[in-house]
């Protein structure tokens, strides 16, 4: 994933993130990446267990933003947190793809913070001269 | 003050925003006045797209704004709601006061803290519901929790809608929705949540106060939090369904973040009894909260319940959408009020009041964790000018990038020592994103509802100890 960057936005009550990579695959990655890292410390939690993703869109954000709520689920209702993300498959509707981590324990894992949800403000993904890049805020 | 922003274009009514100058130069540094003019726009507005003096930008509808809509062809908006439906705060008056309380704040913080999680990944304080058992919450509210052994029936008569918003139905619940709460029951949440011991160190109204067996030095607890995962999701999955809505029923808006659907189709109505479900667990969430912080305070000061005497004053939301008659041009008309990020502030007399309908509405309005708190009570003009009405918190003034950034060159504890609070917490960037410096001082956003005869102040809150997520 080499070259796959996020930083954030300002923004006054949410977070938002910008993410860019080298690729559309690179990109869900990075973005699934950060979800999990503003969540909780990556440097904390160990690859143990794997566990499927798999989100459906009508086009290219609502795409992005199905993925990155399927990865909040896993830790809201799986109570999973993640340290690697990889996409195995990415088409124009559907991706498929495995988040590596372990439960969630308090304790062992640094908290850094609740995300609500995986919101549609300013949500944007584009691709120019071979790079990929995407905007989505959080909601906190 | 009062700032117009006067009909053009698509709006149907004006702008009109509650702001001193000083806090108008803020606002019109990111786009919420903008926002404000689309929320004119949306179909079956009435009287005016209101801003409160706490407002800024939030996805479609600004956060701090109050929008009215007639029910036959008026619109209900997800977003004019928020994604955290009723969150809100609740007010606990204790026997207390600082002396019983100051020599033994850790353990006292300490016991807070471990009654209640913040329910991070799917743990939470309560065994997680059945199915069956989840949705007889969402259709009860704070009586099911009162029911569990939480509390007693009396503190129902002292919450907006005693706890319970009538028209809820838990089969407009997506599994989803219901999956995220039923592990949740009995958390605090993150971000801007918190549960606080404070004390009462400024009396604004004498008889107020009096009335409501509040004195100087008096310990009490504030709760501040609201549906958790549920309703979060229930947000989601119908601004997704509000977007094809819209479409199907020709709305056409500046701001396609503005998703909505006429309150009279299927959808709209599919909404509102989901987001009655959600305001209904997040009574029920404070209502257990309560309970188990009024547990955690008698086995830290080794009190006995009598000795503690906690007793609710009442319990307010800040993001909800409500029937209520108003009187619009001279005649009276029941319609739907979007309320993000804004308070019900009913004045004297009004009937849905209750216990409180001759001093009229307590509002709770809670600033940063360093300074302080508000209790105001509504006033018959609210009725006239804002649809009863009022603000809600501080507003931030950085992001929380920022605010992070400046974390990490000062000792979060010390600083919040040097103030008197001993705070406890989970999520280390929330603490540094929530720190006061983050924050407006709320008591400019209170005095402009005051100066313009809204809400008034009763009493002052400074904070001990905070409890965060």
Redesign the interface.
Known sequence: MAGATFR????????GIEVEAESRAELFEAAGLALFS?MV?PSTVSAREARGISAQGEDEEELLRAWL?QLL?A???????AREVEVERLDRFVVEGTIRGE??E?GTH?????I??????GLRVEEANGKWMARVIF?? | MVWEISRQGEMRVPGRIFASEDLMADIRS?PALEQVANVACLPGIVGAALAMPDI?????FP?GGVAAVDLEDGVISPGGVG??INCGVRLAATGLCRQDIEKKIEPLADALFAAIP?G????GAIRALSVKEEKRLVERGAAWAVEQGFGDAEDLLHAEEKGCLAGADADALSD?AL??GRSQVGTL???NHFLEVDVIDEIYDREGAAKLGLSMDQVVVIIHSGSR?LG?QV??DF?KLMVKAMARCGIRLPDR?L?CAPIRSPEGESYLAAMRCAANYAWANRQVMFALAARAFEQALEISPRDLKMRLIYDVCHNIAKFEDHEIDGKTMRVCVHRKGATRAFGPGHPELGIYREMGQPVLIPGDMGRYSFLLLGREEAMRQTFGSTCHGAG?V?????AKKQARSIDLHATLRERGVTARY?????IA?EMPYAYKDVAQVVDVMERAGVSGKVARFKPLAVIK?
Request: hydrophobic share 30%; net charge negative; aromatic share 14%.
């Open positions: 954030q936005f300002p923004h006054t009550a949410d977070l503003l410390d709520h689920l830790f809201a209702i799986g109570g999973f947190v439960p969630y308090e640094r908290f850094e913070r609740e609500k949800g995986v919101t549609y403000h909601d906190v | 990111d800024h930008w939030g996805y479609g956060i994604y955290d913040c991070v990944g799917a743990h989803t999956e995220r949440g993150s971000g995962g979060y947000c989601d601004l973040q998703a931030r950085m992001s929380r990038a920022q989970r999520g280390f960037a929330t994103e997520g």
